[in-house]
């Protein structure tokens, strides 16, 4: 959606050739040509910028800007004036207007402008909707009274308080772990401050070293206006860098200069940039075998490492599945439109004796799935997938009989739970490799090499 701007202006001839310019450059543009007109159409709809002219045939333009000020939107203001004294410009900015231009004024130059003012724009929106998320401090899911679930909860609390301590959450995939680091954030001082999430899997590398670390207009071939990165978005509070296991060798070093030093650049930026941010890393992958294989740095290791947090398996925490079942089941049934009456006798048992290799965020899938089916009625044994409602009957046959009849073939199993992972997640493949716990080639190669074995 184009960026509304508001050109107030008495001079016919700028606000028509500043209008059409900008209109030309993709934005959705208004005209006013006295601060009363301006302040009516301020109540009638939003706008990311102003450009405000101080000398109006109504009023001043100060008086204006103190009246957007108090607006719930609070768009940024960019005065144009022809009267170019400092005491004008100073008295400007200090009633909270984000920068000033001079008339005449070149277009590109304004350009310019206006793309910095909308990126900031940009930015205090996003801060202040992750502010407004970290405000509840609900992390949903965290939820269990096991020994190994409380050890870990202790753990979190303690590591939370501890300033800007870097901490690094490993565990199986789908056991939380951004789920906790939100609870670092939330239980720590820094709680007030943004909250901002980066997944180090989920870019190649240029675009993941831009997206970190902002760059400067004309960094690369498409970078036509600076952009703050995430470090940057996130001075004051918590980065969090998830799957940092699969950050590359050569972000690696640039990452560990911040860390010591909470200084960096722009890509093709010469300002050193100093912010005050904490680190919250988390990977399913074995970083000590990546160190030890020259994949991961040690030194890159050791200092993200400060505060360690294992997650327990859902397999680790047997007492937690119940619960968090009850708790998923609650969760759905308004969303999809049914009543939760709960579970019968027969499933409780099955859902406690299955492994849960995608651990909780696989018992979610499993219960919403199930909830589906249900339609409302209580959840039983055949609204479960296979996996989980005929393991046990698998367990009664292979122990009760010396017959080779109820054993399949691995390859069949390990095809069918594939399979089961896909539908979970809706044929998303990068979704599905993430539960499996395996990379995404991995998962195609491992449904064609299976699909052969099949049809062989």
Not at 23 to 49: H, I, P, T, W
């Amino acid at each position: 959606m184009p960026e509304p701007i508001l050109i107030v202006e008495d001079d016919n001839t700028i606000r028509v050739t500043v209008g059409n310019f900008l209109a030309r450059q993709g934005f959705d543009v208004e005209v006013a040509e006295d601060g009363a007109q301006a302040l009516a159409m301020l109540k009638e709809r939003s706008f990311s910028l102003i450009l405000l002219d101080l000398r109006l045939p109504d009023m001043n333009g100060l008086d204006i800007l103190a009246s957007i000020r108090e607006s719930d939107d609070r768009p940024l203001v960019v005065i144009m004036t022809a009267y170019p004294e400092v005491r004008t410009a100073v008295a400007a900015l200090k009633a909270g207007a984000y920068d000033y231009i001079n008339k005449p004024f070149d277009l590109e130059d304004l350009r310019e402008l206006i793309g910095r003012a909308l990126e900031t724009h940009r930015l205090r929106r996003e801060v202040e909707w992750r502010r407004a998320q970290a405000d509840t401090c609900e992390i949903e899911g965290l939820i269990g009274e096991s020994p190994a679930f409380r050890q870990m909860l202790d753990t979190t609390d303690r590591i939370a308080s501890a300033g800007k301590v870097p901490v690094l959450i490993r565990g199986e995939s789908g056991t939380g772990k951004e789920r906790v680091a939100q609870a670092i954030h939330c239980r720590s001082p820094r709680a007030d401050g943004p909250w901002v999430t980066l997944n180090c899997s989920a870019l190649p590398e240029g675009l993941l070293e831009s997206e970190m670390f902002g760059h400067e207009r004309g960094a690369f071939t498409d970078a036509k206006q600076m952009k703050r990165g995430l470090l940057e978005l996130a001075d004051g509070g918590t980065l969090f860098l998830d799957e940092i296991g699969d950050l590359s060798l050569a972000l690696q070093p640039k990452l560990l200069r911040v860390l010591e030093t909470q200084t960096f650049r722009r890509l093709g930026g010469q300002k050193e940039i100093r912010v005050d941010v904490r680190f919250v890393s988390a990977t399913h992958r074995d970083l000590p075998a990546m160190v030890h294989s020259g994949q991961f740095r040690e030194d890159l290791y050791y200092r993200l490492n400060v505060g360690a947090i294992d997650l327990p398996a859902l397999r680790e925490r047997q007492e937690d599945i119940l619960p968090l079942a009850r708790h998923f089941l609650a969760q759905a049934a308004p969303v999809i439109g049914i009543e939760s009456p709960g579970f019968d006798a027969g499933v409780e048992p099955l859902l406690k004796a299955y492994r849960w290799p995608g651990n909780v965020r696989e018992l979610r899938n499993v219960v919403e799935r199930a909830a589906i089916l249900s339609r409302g009625e209580l959840i039983s044994t055949q609204h479960l997938p296979k996996e989980i409602a005929g393991e046990s009957t698998v367990h009664t046959d292979v122990g009760s009989t010396k017959s080779s009849a109820a054993i399949r073939p691995l390859a069949d199993i390990e095809l069918d739970y594939i399979r089961h992972v896909l539908m979970l997640c809706d044929g998303n493949k990068t979704q599905a490799a993430d539960l499996l716990g395996i990379t995404r080639l991995t998962l195609r190669n491992k449904l064609r090499d299976l699909d052969n074995q099949a049809d062989a």
